[in-house]
């Protein structure tokens, strides 16, 4: 049981007043430590649905999900809330930026629902610190409006890497930028991958942004076509 | 979340808005404002009233002996001459309800000044402690007479305004003498105006004097001046003559003698009646309008005591109070006082109903916002919070800029219009907890909503 996570036999059934709708099928999938895996699928094909309950965003309706040996399956809003702020990144296809507030309070913002305190001032230094790493070391006082996309997805991943999560979730990362920007966000996320041990799961439809990835799981109608070779 | 944190962050979603912020609040800033207007104006109106009240003897108690009954003959309540100073010092060691206590001896007789003469409506025989029960202190010219003048039978009067105006023709009266029955008083000081009591008596034709001159050099006894049925045989009135009668009997005038004139040596053996020591009242105020019954209750077992009443026997006294007066009056002002209050509540509910209006608004426009910070770990406790103390801080905020302003509107109030105002200390900490009361009931469904979003759909919503 190395596996960071696995998933056994994930079903998500939607009830739209009548009718079930099922978008999971019956997932299984396991995902190791270190890994950096991409999701890829056609759109409908559920893979945002799983990414949502990979990321304790959404719970399944049926079926296990094992998080670092542990049975996560039944948690409450509030137990998946602790983990989505400790365990998990988040980086999203829109960045998700909190309007009027500068990179750095976006920043911060994350270490406001950890449970640790630390006092202002280190939180500040840490964020800072977060904006550097991503190469932003001067703007952390411009607010997302005057920030480029690049910018923008580049204070997201350093918003997402605050708490030190052990998983990072990308949603299209890239969807929304260009190619050459792309590259950059998605080396960065390599070199996350490779110097900091971060397990990163790439959700796209990219095949580009997929040839990053050492390892690629296909989505069909809800269920996973091809999970490649176990790294 | 530390509090500090969800402070910044609601004070931070309030700035960023201020326009909208201000105007969110204006409904609790009128609310607060008119609550601590109303509650000052009524608080003044209430203190003023009761000052009058007070004036007028509101808090007045006044203990008359009970009626003589001598032969099948009532002569009426006051006739009997039970009460003493002993039981105006015993209401005053143990009455704790009470604030002041003096005897009074009351006379009504013709006063001299000169050529001029008047009657006074009433020539008070009493001690220092009557100015404080009658609320009388503030002197138009000169000082009270002491507790020394009382003990001594100091010949020294203090005069009303009407007085002064019939007797001395307004010039001031401070250090000329005054005949009453011959004895000769000096006036010592001018009372304060007091204008006509609830009976419509002139409050100023007053002339008090220690009660010992009036009891002992003036009236004699009580009863004399008091009763013509009960007039006993103190009374120095000499008969020993018919000649008033008959004079035009033989012989010299005011020879026939009736009986054989005492000596001097002869009228020194005869005992003298006692001096007894009685008074007509005693007058006596409660601390305050609330403890009026208390202090019945006290003076009543306190005389009671005194006077070795057993149980069952019937008091020789009556205790009066104003509580009617006091009561029509001071609920009057009460009742509008409360209602304003009602009143200026209403707009608070309103302010209150326009907070929760716009943290709905603004629950739906962050939407986005609540989606994220749940994804990135906040509890819907987190939310929740967060929500609620932003609609706290709204409200706190018009509770504060509403005192401010309610304090400037009393101001304004009391200087432009002259009505009476009071600052309440009451009225800022209701206001302030009302304000925040108001926070939470009205800001917490709108948080509630906030809290209970699923983030998939909150991070979707556009």
């Given amino acids: ?231 | 979340m530390k509090a500090t944190v969800i402070l910044r962050t609601a004070t931070r979603a309030l700035r960023r808005n201020v326009l909208r912020t201000l105007l969110t609040t204006l409904g609790i800033v009128i609310g607060v404002g008119a609550v601590i207007t109303m509650m000052e104006i009524g608080n003044g109106a209430t203190r003023a009233i009761q000052r009058t009240l007070t004036s007028i003897g509101a808090n007045t108690l006044a203990i008359i002996p009970g009626a003589q009954n001598v032969g099948g003959i009532n002569f009426g309540i006051g006739s009997q001459t039970t009460l003493t100073p002993k039981d105006a010092e015993a209401i005053t060691r143990e009455c704790a309800a009470v604030a002041n206590v003096s005897p009074v001896v009351r006379a009504r007789t013709q006063i001299v000044f000169g050529n001029r003469n008047w009657v006074p409506t009433y020539i008070y025989g009493t001690d220092p402690a009557f100015l404080e029960v009658r609320d009388w202190a503030d002197m138009d010219a000169g000082t009270a007479f002491t507790e020394q003048d009382v003990r001594n039978l100091s010949k020294v009067c203090l005069v009303g305004r009407t007085i002064v105006r019939e007797l001395f023709g307004g010039v001031s009266p401070i250090g000329k003498e005054v005949r009453i029955r011959n004895v000769a008083f000096k006036v010592i000081g001018v009372l304060g105006p007091k204008g006509a009591n609830m009976m419509g008596m002139d409050q100023d034709d007053t002339l008090l004097a220690p009660w010992t001159t009036i009891k002992f050099r003036v009236v004699a006894t009580s009863l004399s001046s008091g009763n013509q049925s009960a007039l006993n045989s103190a009374n120095t009135t000499e008969v020993n003559s018919l000649s008033n009668l008959y004079p035009n009997v033989a012989g010299s005038t005011n020879t026939i003698t009736l009986y054989p004139t005492q000596s001097s040596n002869e009228l020194a053996d005869v005992p003298q009646p006692i001096r007894f020591a009685n008074v007509d009242q005693i007058m006596a105020n409660a601390r305050s309008a609330e403890d009026i019954p208390t202090a019945i209750q006290e003076i009543n077992s306190v005389l009671r005591e005194s006077h070795h009443l057993k149980p069952g026997d019937l008091n020789d006294f009556t205790v009066r109070d104003m509580t009617e007066i006091t009561k029509a009056m001071s609920s009057t002002t009460e009742l509008i006082t409360k209602l304003l209050m009602y009143v200026a509540m209403i707009s608070l509910i309103v302010g209150g109903v326009g907070i929760m209006n716009i943290m709905l608004v603004s629950v739906t426009e962050r939407t986005r916002e609540i989606g994220l910070r749940m994804a990135v770990g906040a509890e819907p406790g987190d939310i929740l919070r967060q929500f609620l103390a932003e609609a706290i801080a709204l409200c706190l905020l018009g509770g504060v800029m509403g005192i401010a302003a309610g304090r400037g509107a009393s101001i304004i109030v009391s200087r432009l219009l002259h009505w009476p105002t009071m600052p309440s200390v009451g009225a800022i900490v209701t206001a302030v907890v009302v304000s925040a009361s108001v926070g939470v009931i009205f800001g917490f469904y709108p948080a509630w909503k906030g809290s209970r979003l699923d983030p998939i759909d909150a991070l979707r919503y556009e």
């Fill in chain 1, 1 to 231: 049981m190395s596996d960071l996570i696995r998933l056994k036999d994930i079903y998500k059934i939607y009830h739209l007043g009548e009718i079930d709708l099922p978008v999971l099928k019956g997932v299984s999938l396991a995902v190791g430590r270190g890994e950096l895996v991409a999701l890829m699928g056609a759109s409908g094909s559920g893979k945002s649905t799983l990414m949502n309950i990979l990321g304790c965003l959404d719970h399944p309706t049926t079926g296990e999900y094992w998080l670092d040996g542990q049975d996560i399956s039944h948690h409450g809003p509030r137990e998946r809330a602790r983990l989505r702020n400790r365990t998990f990144g988040f980086v999203f296809q829109s960045f998700n930026l909190l309007p009027r507030m500068s990179a750095l309070e976006n920043v911060v913002m994350p270490m406001d629902y950890a449970h640790k305190h630390a006092p202002e001032a280190q939180r500040r230094q840490r964020a800072l610190d977060m904006l550097a790493k991503v190469g932003l070391a001067g703007r952390s006082h411009h607010q997302p409006s005057q920030l480029s996309g690049g910018e923008q997805q580049r204070v997201a991943i350093a918003r997402s890497l605050i708490n030190s999560p052990s998983i990072l979730l990308a949603d299209e990362p890239t969807g929304n930028l260009d190619s050459s920007t792309s590259e950059e966000i998605l080396a960065m996320f390599k070199v996350l991958n490779q110097e900091d041990g971060i397990t990163i799961i790439l959700v796209t439809h990219d095949p580009t942004v997929a040839g990053y990835a050492r390892r690629v799981i296909r989505m069909k109608d809800g269920l996973v076509q091809e999970s490649g070779g176990a790294a």
